[in-house]
């Protein structure tokens, strides 16, 4: 199959576009807005209460969250409506990737605590500057650590995450902060139903137990205002509410 885009070529070729932002989320140009093209090596910013929702040419979706930083590190097109290669280079916030039509092998997502491996997927992630935690939603995932050490998501609910050292936990994420020290509503945004989505930007299946009624109970223990308790612990019971009733959002 013919490569129609190809390293050296143009890094301005348009790559997908921007179909929802709020207050300011910003390209390598300047401030986006609805409909708003995205390119090949462009750097997304969002601000501190900004959100950015973007489809790619090949159907692929991305949400990013307030305080967040990425590059569309690569891209390389098998035709119009498929990448050969897709990357991402994140460095620091909260994000949801919905995988498109391209070959799963396509994809990749870097962090500077490891490099994610996509197979058909859907998952929220969240980076800072101690380490990046990954939640599976649906399909499968594959997150490899600076240190070589790798671990597999395959089933909903898995969470992995990475510092430094390497690959530091797997497990389910019921009952407890995934993000030691900062509240599931800055880390988790999507999925406590904190930051809203879209319909195509929604995943079916549940919260994974992180969501607005848990972060309420929180504030009113008196923890910090981001919704995480002092000691990087859940407070709360978790429960449902009316923005998750019909899975993440």
Known sequence: MQVVQVAGVSAAEEIGKAVAITVTVSGSSGPLSISSPVHRDERIQASSSGTGQFVFRDGTKLAVGPNS?????????NDQSSFKSFSLKTSKGAFRWISGSSKSSAYRINTPFGTLGIRGTAFDFYVNGRSAT???????????????????????CDVVSADRSGVKQLGKTEAKTPVNGVGNAVSFPFLTGSRKLTQPFRVAGGSCGLT?????????????????SPGGGTGGTSGSSGGNSNGPT
């Open 212 to 228: 607005t009624v848990r972060v309420l109970q929180e504030e009113r223990s008196g923890s910090r205002p981001d919704g995480g």
């Open 134 to 156: 990954i939640i599976l939603l649906k399909g499968q995932a594959r997150f490899c650590g600076n240190d070589g050490s790798c671990k597999s998501l395959s089933r909903g």
């Open 69 to 77: 930083s990425l590059a569309l590190d690569q891209s390389i097109f």
